[in-house]
């Protein structure tokens, strides 16, 4: 039996975390690349997800969103890989022209330095939303927050990433 997604059409639901992972791995990946402007931290960071969701399948594939589970697990860790390192600086400077997203995607010239002003939670809601068109209660589900605050943040961004544009 799948789960049905928001466009009414049904997701068979992986049974086994082998097919869960071939699905979903490059699913989680792109937008956490996108989000954090880091692909290798975000590849470790998915691959981290992927290894406690396989030790805790049982309970992660009765979730009903169990990308959504593995992408908040993924950008938790990533998130605080980026604060112990104390890196965030140094890492939106060297951000490239490109985001190797694995299909990258052709940004206009001066977003990718505008998202980069943002903070990384605003980001990450920004590029989950107008990127990836994921709806406010899919980006609260996966990162973890709530929808009012997903609401705030891509308000705040949006109106960030209009004054850098502007500038």
Not at 97 to 105: C, W
Not at 126 to 136: G, H, T
Request: proline share 4%; with cysteine.
């Amino acid at each position: 039996m799948g789960d049905t997604m928001d466009d009414g059409s049904t997701w068979a639901r992986p049974a086994r975390f082998e097919d869960f992972y071939s699905v979903s791995w490059l699913e989680v990946y792109r937008p956490l690349a996108a989000s954090i402007g880091d692909s290798d931290l975000a590849r470790e960071a998915v691959d981290e997800a992927m290894v406690r969701a396989f030790a805790s399948w049982g309970n992660v594939s009765a979730a009903s969103n169990a990308e959504g589970w593995v992408y908040r697990v993924a950008y938790r860790w990533a998130v605080d890989r980026l604060r112990r390192r104390s890196t965030e600086k140094r890492l939106l400077s060297r951000m490239p022209a490109r985001a190797d997203t694995a299909g990258s995607i052709d940004v206009e010239p001066g977003l990718i330095p505008a998202l980069a002003s943002l903070t990384v939670e605003q980001r990450t809601v920004v590029v989950l939303a107008c990127v990836f068109d994921w709806s406010e209660a899919q980006i609260a589900d996966a990162t973890g927050v709530r929808p009012g605050t997903v609401k705030s943040r891509l308000h705040r961004g949006l109106k960030r990433l209009r004054e850098e544009m502007n500038a």
